[in-house]
């Protein structure tokens, strides 16, 4: 059975606060859990807090396209961007929400080399063997609405291939790829909120043949020879 709960009473989190000790001194963990990890307090974590002017829309953009290698599309202040970890996200992922006036929030460097960081500090400090997933929330293009998916993982494969295996009528699937560690990032979201000041939860109850190494860089973002749209 499969459980979600979120972490909660996390502190501020400030530039070089260890985000491993601070979740192990706040929850019990098992071996084979996923620890979901908002990139907002891996940002602050690692010092990927940086000022613009106010609410600005232009300051806004010129942060958003310094993080950029490419615009893909553009309207008015918004633009739609990929980033230099390959995503392709509004604003290159710059965000202004929960965090101070004046200050807006990067994406982490390298957010599966950050999963892993906290995935080892969790290890050393409990002797649990845990995943750890980075969430983001990301717009979907033809749909409305948003939804936190993983921008970096370690310890969990981040695609289950499901190809040549047989459906319930015993059809061999040819196209089969479940995005794991997007379904986890988004269920961990139903208890962690927008608003509500949790970026933490865990996810217990995961299959263990989901359990491995990969990256969500090399393992979920599609390279440019099967994308139809760029």
Known sequence: MLSVFPIEEMPEIGRGDDLASIIAQRSELYDGDV????????????????????????????????????????????????????????????????????????????????????????????????????????????????????????GIKPIVDLRGETDANGRVLVATEICVVDEIAAAAELVMGKADGVPVAVVRGVEARFLGEGSVRADVVRPYGEDLFR
């Open 35 to 154: 620890v979901v990890v908002t990139q907002k307090i891996v940002s602050k974590a690692e010092g990927r807090i940086v000022e613009v002017m106010g609410d600005d829309p232009e300051s806004r953009l010129e942060l958003a396209l310094s993080e950029a290698v490419r615009v893909l599309r553009r309207r008015g202040d918004l633009v739609i961007t990929e980033t230099r970890h390959g995503f392709v996200c509004a604003n290159s992922g710059v965000d202004l929400s929960n965090v101070d006036s004046g200050k807006a929030a990067l994406l982490p460097e390298d957010p599966d080399r950050s999963a892993r960081r906290i995935r080892d500090g969790l290890k050393a400090r409990t002797g649990r063997e845990v995943a750890v997933v980075v969430s983001d929330t990301f717009g979907r293009a033809w749909r409305r609405g948003v939804t936190d998916v993983a921008i970096g993982s370690a």
